[in-house]
C-alpha cells in the first residue's frame, strides 16, 4: 500500500512573524516579491503590454500573500536570533554623535517609514520621539500611510530624523524612487538626518548604480554623507547622511537614458536628477529618479 504523502504548507502560508522560519524561504519570499512588483510596473506602462500576463503576475503576487506575506518574511529577518532590524545601527550611530543628551531641547522626531514592528526604538522613547509608519500597518501604534503621499508642505522642516530602511528598493517604479529622497530631504528639519539602509546586491549587482554614483547623487539633492557601514560578502549597506543645501553641479549623468532592463539584478532604472534647483519635490516628481 503505497504511502500517502502530506501536502506542503507554503512558506507563506503562516500568520505568525517568528524567527522559526526558514532564513532561505524568508529571503526567497521576499526577493521573489521585488521581481513581480518590478514586473507588475512594467506591464502597466508598456505601450503593448500582455493583458493576460499582467494579470498572471498580480495573481501570483495574491497567491503568495500580498503586501502581508512580504511585511511577514521581512519582520522574521528583523528577529533578535537573527541580529535584529537595522535600528541599531542607527541608534549606535545617534549615540555616538552625542545625541541622546537632549538637556532642554525635546526629543529627537523620528519619522520611521516601513515600520514594521511599533517598538522598534522603545528603548530611545526618553530622547526619541518616534512615528512608526507603512503602507499597510500591523498594529494599532502604527500609522497606516504611503510615504510619497504624505503632504510637503505641511510636513516641510518637520522632522529630525527620517529612516528609509529597506524602504526605497521596495517601490517599483524608478522615478518615485527618487522622488521618495527627495521629499525626505524637504521634510527634514535643517541639519536633520537620513536614515537609509539598501541590500548589498543593490549596490553591487547593479549595472546602474554604486557607491560613487549614490554619493553623486545625494550630494546633488542636497545631503550631507555623515556615516557608511557595509562589508564585503555582507547582505546590507546602511548610510547617515544630513541635510544640507542642494548641490548646483551638472545634473548631465542623472539624466534618464533608454535600455533594456529586464535583466539588471536590484539595479533597475538608471538614477536621473532633471532641474532640481529651485524647484519643489512636486515639481520634479515625475522626473526625479533614483535606481536602486
Same mark, same amino acid.
Given at each position: 500500500?503505497s ?5 506542503? !504548507?507554503?512558506? !507563506?502560508?503562516?500568520?505568525k ?43 501570483? #503576487? ?65 530622547? #526619541? ?12 501604534? #502604527?500609522?497606516?500611510?504611503d ?13 529630525d530624523? #527620517? ?87 551638472p ?29 519643489? !519635490?512636486?515639481?520634479?516628481?515625475e ?6
Open positions: 500500500m504511502k500517502t504523502r502530506k501536502k506542503k !504548507t507554503p512558506v !507563506t502560508n503562516t500568520d512573524a517568528t524567527s522559526s522560519s526558514n532564513p532561505h524561504s524568508s529571503r526567497t519570499v521576499i526577493r521573489r516579491f521585488h521581481v513581480l512588483l518590478k514586473k507588475q510596473q512594467q506591464l502597466k506602462h508598456a505601450p503593448s503590454s500582455d493583458a493576460q500576463e499582467l494579470r498572471d503576475v498580480e495573481r501570483e #503576487i495574491e497567491e503568495m500573500g500580498g503586501l502581508a506575506a512580504y511585511q511577514r518574511m521581512s519582520s522574521v529577518g528583523q528577529g533578535n536570533d537573527r541580529g535584529g532590524g537595522s535600528e541599531k545601527v542607527l541608534i549606535q550611530w545617534l549615540i555616538n554623535m552625542g545625541l541622546q543628551k537632549r538637556e532642554g531641547k525635546g526629543k529627537l522626531k523620528l519619522l520611521e517609514v516601513g515600520a514594521l514592528k511599533p517598538d522598534n526604538y522603545g528603548m530611545c522613547t526618553s530622547w #526619541i520621539d518616534t512615528t512608526p509608519m507603512d503602507l499597510r500597518s500591523r498594529h494599532p501604534s #502604527i500609522l497606516e500611510q510615504f510619497l503621499l504624505m503632504d510637503e508642505d505641511e510636513n516641510r522642516g518637520r522632522w530624523i #527620517i529612516s528609509l530602511s529597506l524602504v526605497v528598493n521596495f517601490v517599483p517604479d524608478a522615478k518615485d524612487r527618487g522622488r521618495m529622497l527627495c521629499l525626505a530631504h524637504a521634510m527634514l528639519a535643517p541639519e536633520g538626518l537620513l536614515f537609509l539602509a539598501l541590500p548589498l546586491p543593490c549596490m553591487e549587482n547593479s549595472r546602474y548604480l554604486s557607491f560613487d554614483k549614490l554619493q553623486s547623487l545625494t550630494t546633488v539633492i542636497g545631503f550631507i554623507e555623515v556615516q557608511l557601514k557595509w562589508k564585503k560578502g555582507g547582505k546590507m549597506a546602511y548610510w547617515l547622511y544630513r541635510k544640507g543645501e542642494r548641490d548646483h553641479g545634473l548631465g549623468e542623472f539624466r534618464k537614458k533608454t535600455h533594456d532592463y529586464s535583466t539588471d539584478h536590484c539595479g533597475d532604472e538608471p538614477p536621473e536628477l532633471p532641474q532640481l534647483r529651485g524647484q519643489s !519635490t512636486a515639481a520634479v516628481n522626473k526625479c529618479v533614483y535606481g536602486g
